[in-house]
């Protein structure tokens, strides 16, 4: 069955209200703005801590500003003008005076505190009021208001508050008891994955969310199949920024590939965020920051995504809205260009999850690919399936520790099958669990002993002078690698390359020399079935992520380029110009994003770039480029030579396969 939001023109503007924007609200014009900028989806306050109606429910606490119009008029409005209304809700918190009449709906943390942020109590996922009112608020607002989509901000067991505090899990009653029921064990006092009873805890965690969506699902589809559910009917991420945590400038791209990359074909929301942090909410980012985002929303997933704090009309600082306005607009006048797109990368990039914000190893090589111009997907180690693996040739699995045995033999098979695998660190070497497990769980890679991981090398390079398999590494061949590095003997069929100068003096400068080589290897390359694994015993894409060389640029493009036989789309072209690579039925998508403009934390407008040369594999009859730029394409045996003349921030460029 079709509904609303298959292959739909998606363009949201997610507009969150403060209580005072309702006291003058303008229905007609708050559609009105919307419609100009080029929105076809809008999401807007509706329920939770605040209903921003005359509600019935005692529970919620109506907004005192309602005196201008309500969201029923605006709801009406924006269907007039063809906009899609998606209710936000939060039922993370409760205003205080409700909570004093229900304590047990609190988060406490391990000293039975709750959590009052300016009047607002957190409430615990195991509460009744999570558990029972949700519903019945939803029942409420979703059969008052034609709305077309529902989205519920803050859900999960929230361990940090607004200021970035942490508080640990949740020991309020009802968490206590319902998890010594199912486990027989205390709450650990903090998150922490090395702790068996904590992941039993995480278990417990998802157990929990499962069936609240699933009845929260349940509770929307009976009132209207036609409803979207953000997680179900389309998937809504964030590409934001926060005061004192490190940015990172592919945010946006890597948001969307993991929506998308898999296999869903769910629209992908990846809200840009307007305001530089939680502390600043009327400050925005670099417009150049914004426009970029954007651009990597269209070249990843096909959609654009704004997120503001009021309306349009009422936001003061206007420069991120004008930077994201062209990227909006470009979207409405060529939607054709982003219909039924589905990767053509034949490369895929597996993220192992982790509690914190980022991973270091998954950022290195995601910078790594986009600078060689490899194209590639993204997908989360549990979403990673034997359909995924059937249409990719390469896997890179960084530093993904703990693998499950159903995992180890998903990835052994594929190896097996002829597909090859890229894994660094301490890839294999826990169980899901976190258990150290006492041999590695990858077979493929060729690990017949594990051995000791040292933490302490100082001034130790692999060397790399002399191999012709690492080309880009010849002028500069002594490779740092950082103090982590994992022994390890293999398998008689593996080879070992890249060998080890280990620890010598860097200090005083008439000591600083080495007068050796070890056995220890910087790649493994180890033939299993129909393929092989290439395995690093270090953290190559942390260590490129938080220093940036050259030289480890070099031997990581020459694992991809030389041992994995993966070409780049376009040699020539500078590091900072992202490139996608997708199929529309017999077509093929290109398309770039010029990111030059970033420098350090900052963003600039990208600087214009001039004739860009790639090679495409097939050969095309025709090509056209829709955002300013020209091209002349020339078959060149399996391949196809395309010169674009001119980028400036972002162009896509159709291509006709030959017949």
Request: with cysteine.
């Given at each position: 069955?079709?509904?609303?939001?298959?292959?739909?023109?998606?363009?949201?503007v997610?507009?969150?209200l403060?209580?005072?924007?309702?006291?003058?609200?303008?229905a007609?014009?708050?559609?009105?703005?919307?419609?100009?900028?080029?929105?076809?989806?809008?999401m807007?306050?509706?329920?939770?801590?605040?209903?921003?109606?005359?509600?019935?429910?005692?529970?919620?606490?109506?907004?005192?500003?309602?005196?201008?119009?309500?969201?029923?008029?605006?709801?009406?409005?924006?269907?007039?003008?063809g906009?899609?209304?998606?209710?936000?809700?939060?039922?993370?918190?409760?205003?205080?005076?409700?909570?004093e009449?229900?304590?047990?709906?609190?988060?406490?943390?391990?000293?039975?505190?709750?959590?009052?942020?300016?009047?607002?109590?957190?409430?615990?996922?195991?509460?009744?009021?999570?558990?029972?009112?949700?519903?019945?608020?939803?029942?409420?607002?979703?059969?008052?208001?034609?709305?077309?989509?529902?989205?519920?901000?803050?859900?999960?067991?929230?361990?940090v508050?607004?200021?970035?505090?942490?508080?640990?899990?949740?020991?309020?009653?009802?968490?206590?008891?319902?998890?010594?029921?199912?486990?027989?064990?205390?709450?650990?006092e903090?998150?922490?994955?090395?702790?068996?009873?904590?992941?039993?805890?995480?278990?417990?965690?998802?157990?929990?969310?499962?069936?609240q969506?699933?009845?929260?699902?349940?509770?929307?589809?009976?009132?209207?199949?036609?409803?979207?559910?953000?997680?179900?009917?389309?998937?809504?991420?964030?590409?934001?920024?926060?005061?004192g945590?490190?940015?990172w400038?592919?945010?946006?791209?890597?948001?969307?590939?993991?929506?998308?990359?898999?296999?869903?074909?769910?629209?992908?929301?990846?809200?840009?965020?307007?305001?530089?942090?939680f502390?600043?909410r009327?400050?925005?980012?670099?417009?150049?920051?914004?426009?970029?985002?954007?651009?990597?929303?269209?070249?990843?997933?096909?959609?654009?995504?704004?997120?503001?704090m009021?309306?349009?009309?009422s936001?003061?600082?206007?420069?991120?809205?004008?930077?994201?306005?062209?990227?909006?607009?470009?979207?409405?006048?060529?939607?054709?260009?982003?219909?039924?797109?589905?990767?053509?990368?034949?490369?895929?990039?597996?993220?192992k999850?982790?509690?914190?914000?980022?991973?270091p190893?998954?950022?290195?090589?995601?910078?790594?690919?986009?600078?060689?111009?490899?194209?590639?997907?993204e997908?989360?180690?549990?979403e990673?399936?034997?359909?995924?693996?059937?249409e990719?040739?390469?896997?890179?699995?960084?530093?993904?520790k703990?693998?499950?045995?159903?995992q180890?033999?998903?990835?052994?098979?594929?190896?097996?099958?002829?597909?090859?695998?890229?894994a660094?660190g301490?890839?294999?070497?826990?169980?899901?669990?976190?258990?150290?497990?006492?041999?590695?769980?990858?077979?493929?890679?060729?690990?017949?002993?594990?051995?000791e991981?040292?933490?302490?090398?100082?001034?130790?390079?692999?060397y790399?002078?002399?191999?012709?398999?690492?080309?880009?590494?010849?002028?500069?061949?002594?490779?740092?690698?950082?103090?982590?590095?994992?022994?390890?003997?293999?398998?008689?069929?593996?080879?070992?390359?890249?060998p080890?100068?280990?620890?010598?003096?860097?200090?005083?400068?008439?000591r600083?020399y080495?007068?050796?080589?070890?056995?220890?290897?910087?790649?493994?390359?180890?033939?299993?079935?129909?393929?092989?694994?290439?395995?690093?015993?270090?953290?190559?894409?942390?260590?490129?992520?938080?220093?940036?060389?050259?030289?480890?640029?070099?031997?990581?493009?020459?694992?991809?380029?030389?041992?994995?036989?993966?070409?780049?789309?376009?040699?020539?072209?500078?590091?900072?110009?992202?490139?996608?690579?997708?199929?529309?039925?017999?077509?093929?998508?290109?398309?770039?994003?010029?990111?030059?403009?970033?420098?350090?934390?900052?963003?600039?407008?990208?600087?214009?770039?001039t004739?860009?040369?790639?090679?495409?594999?097939?050969?095309?009859?025709g090509?056209?480029a829709?955002?300013?730029?020209?091209v002349?394409?020339?078959?060149?045996?399996?391949?196809?030579?395309?010169?674009?003349d001119?980028?400036?921030?972002?162009?896509?460029?159709?291509?006709?396969?030959?017949?």
């Amino acid at each position: 069955m079709a509904h609303w939001w298959n292959d739909y023109p998606w363009r949201m503007v997610q507009t969150n209200l403060r209580e005072i924007d309702m006291a003058d609200m303008d229905a007609a014009a708050y559609a009105r703005e919307l419609k100009e900028f080029g929105a076809t989806v809008v999401m807007l306050n509706a329920a939770g801590i605040i209903a921003s109606y005359d509600t019935d429910l005692e529970y919620q606490t109506k907004s005192a500003y309602l005196s201008g119009d309500g969201i029923g008029e605006m709801i009406e409005a924006c269907h007039r003008n063809g906009i899609r209304v998606i209710a936000r809700t939060d039922f993370s918190k409760v205003r205080y005076p409700i909570y004093e009449q229900h304590p047990d709906w609190a988060y406490r943390d391990k000293n039975g505190n709750i959590l009052n942020y300016n009047g607002d109590v957190q409430c615990c996922t195991n509460g009744a009021y999570q558990q029972e009112k949700l519903l019945e608020i939803l029942q409420e607002v979703l059969t008052r208001f034609p709305f077309d989509g529902v989205f519920c901000n803050m859900s999960g067991f929230l361990v940090v508050d607004y200021s970035g505090v942490y508080h640990g899990p949740c020991h309020c009653e009802n968490c206590k008891r319902k998890f010594k029921e199912k486990f027989g064990l205390d709450i650990p006092e903090k998150d922490d994955p090395r702790n068996p009873d904590y992941l039993k805890y995480s278990a417990f965690k998802g157990m929990v969310l499962r069936e609240q969506k699933k009845r929260l699902l349940e509770t929307v589809r009976a009132i209207s199949p036609e409803i979207a559910v953000n997680g179900v009917d389309y998937i809504r991420t964030e590409s934001g920024t926060e005061i004192g945590v490190p940015q990172w400038q592919l945010s946006a791209s890597s948001n969307c590939r993991l929506t998308v990359g898999s296999g869903h074909s769910r629209p992908a929301d990846n809200a840009s965020v307007d305001f530089l942090g939680f502390r600043y909410r009327e400050t925005s980012v670099s417009p150049a920051q914004m426009a970029l985002r954007q651009w990597q929303n269209l070249a990843n997933a096909g959609s654009t995504s704004l997120y503001i704090m009021g309306t349009l009309g009422s936001h003061v600082d206007r420069s991120c809205l004008e930077a994201s306005k062209p990227a909006f607009q470009f979207h409405a006048a060529h939607e054709a260009l982003y219909r039924n797109l589905s990767s053509a990368a034949r490369v895929l990039v597996v993220h192992k999850g982790l509690l914190a914000r980022s991973d270091p190893e998954v950022n290195g090589w995601i910078r790594a690919l986009t600078a060689g111009h490899i194209p590639f997907d993204e997908v989360k180690l549990s979403e990673l399936t034997a359909e995924l693996l059937a249409e990719k040739e390469i896997v890179v699995l960084p530093d993904a520790k703990m693998l499950g045995d159903s995992q180890a033999a998903l990835l052994d098979g594929f190896v097996q099958g002829g597909g090859i695998l890229v894994a660094t660190g301490e890839t294999g070497l826990y169980t899901h669990t976190y258990q150290p497990r006492a041999e590695q769980a990858l077979r493929c890679i060729g690990m017949k002993r594990v051995g000791e991981k040292q933490h302490d090398h100082a001034s130790a390079v692999f060397y790399a002078a002399g191999d012709s398999r690492f080309p880009a590494c010849q002028s500069a061949p002594q490779i740092a690698f950082g103090t982590d590095y994992l022994l390890a003997e293999y398998e008689a069929g593996a080879e070992t390359l890249l060998p080890m100068i280990p620890e010598h003096p860097f200090g005083p400068p008439e000591r600083c020399y080495y007068t050796e080589l070890s056995d220890e290897p910087g790649v493994v390359v180890h033939p299993y079935g129909q393929g092989k694994a290439v395995y690093l015993p270090w953290m190559a894409g942390t260590f490129y992520c938080q220093e940036g060389y050259q030289n480890t640029l070099n031997v990581m493009l020459d694992v991809m380029h030389s041992l994995c036989g993966q070409a780049s789309l376009a040699p020539d072209l500078h590091p900072t110009v992202e490139l996608t690579w997708k199929k529309q039925g017999d077509s093929r998508i290109l398309q770039l994003v010029n990111g030059s403009g970033c420098f350090a934390n900052s963003y600039f407008p990208p600087v214009p770039m001039t004739a860009l040369r790639f090679v495409l594999p097939g050969r095309y009859s025709g090509a056209e480029a829709y955002h300013g730029g020209k091209v002349t394409i020339e078959p060149a045996g399996d391949s196809t030579a395309l010169v674009l003349d001119r980028l400036e921030e972002y162009e896509i460029i159709k291509l006709e396969v030959a017949k």
